[in-house]
T-cell receptor, first 114, second 113 residues
Framework: DGGITQSPKYLFRKEGQNVTLSCEQNLNHDAMYWYRQDPGQGLRLIYYSQIVNDFQKGDIAEGYSVSREKKESFPLTVTSAQKNPTAFYLC?????????????FGPGTRLTVT | AQSVTQLDSQVPVFEEAPVELRCNYSSSVSVYLFWYVQYPNQGLQLLLKYLSGSTLVKGINGFEAEFNKSQTSFHLRKPSVHISDTAEYFCAVGETGANNLFFGTGTRLTVIP
């Protein structure tokens, strides 16, 4: 079964700790994305990557970092510099060839920082 | 600048009644449009998409949407809703050649028995 996996589903951390959220896809998609979702605010783009070893900041990149060492994987690190990290985080991917444009989403990780 | 507006944050509707969820966008170039559905604590699932061609597009679960270029709208409709349609619905817009999608703030549809 092809798809996107995010682990863990729920994550709890103490304030001041860095935490890494996993995102893996076996769809052979080129592009991968990280979004943050807060109630009433929709999805906001954190980072995206079109190819391995390259990524770009989205609208709310401050306090986050990413890496793209493999096509299948795009982990997101929430650093202690992120002022309000508690949120639902969604990973997505897309095939850049052709004209589909749609993004496929993982099941999400709910991060709670106390 | 591109933006997406979902005018209704919450829409309650009785079971078997019709529903319309509104989406308006602003863009100066050609766009492609999507509706996604999200059930609680899950990711987003594609309902339907408009890339080109016929302005009326049909999706999964009996939903359809109509692209209206002059009104820059892409409203989602279903003639008869079910309890299982209770979820949050997101409209998304992308520009041809661009890498990203812009999402609206979502509409929470609640179907009342």
């Amino acid at each position: 079964d092809g798809g996107i996996t995010q682990s863990p589903k729920y994550l709890f951390r103490k304030e001041g700790q860095n935490v890494t959220l996993s995102c893996e896809q076996n769809l052979n998609h080129d592009a991968m994305y990280w979004y943050r979702q807060d109630p009433g605010q929709g999805l906001r783009l954190i980072y995206y990557s079109q190819i391995v070893n390259d990524f770009q900041k989205g609208d709310i990149a401050e306090g986050y970092s990413v890496s793209r060492e493999k096509k299948e994987s795009f982990p997101l690190t929430v650093t202690s510099a992120q002022k309000n990290p508690t949120a639902f985080y969604l990973c997505a991917s897309r095939l850049t060839a052709g004209s589909s444009y749609e993004q496929y989403f993982g099941p999400g990780t709910r991060l709670t920082v106390t | 600048a591109q933006s997406v507006t979902q005018l209704d944050s919450q829409v309650p509707v009785f079971e078997e009644a019709p529903v319309e969820l509104r989406c308006n966008y602003s863009s100066s170039v050609s766009v492609y449009l999507f509706w996604y559905v999200q059930y609680p604590n899950q990711g987003l699932q594609l309902l339907l998409k408009y890339l080109s061609g016929s302005t009326l597009v049909k999706g999964i679960n009996g939903f359809e949407a109509e692209f209206n270029k002059s009104q820059t709208s892409f409203h989602l409709r279903k003639p008869s809703v079910h309890i299982s349609d209770t979820a949050e619905y997101f409209c998304a817009v992308g520009e041809t050649g661009a890498n990203n999608l812009f999402f609206g703030t979502g509409t929470r549809l609640t179907v009342i028995p």
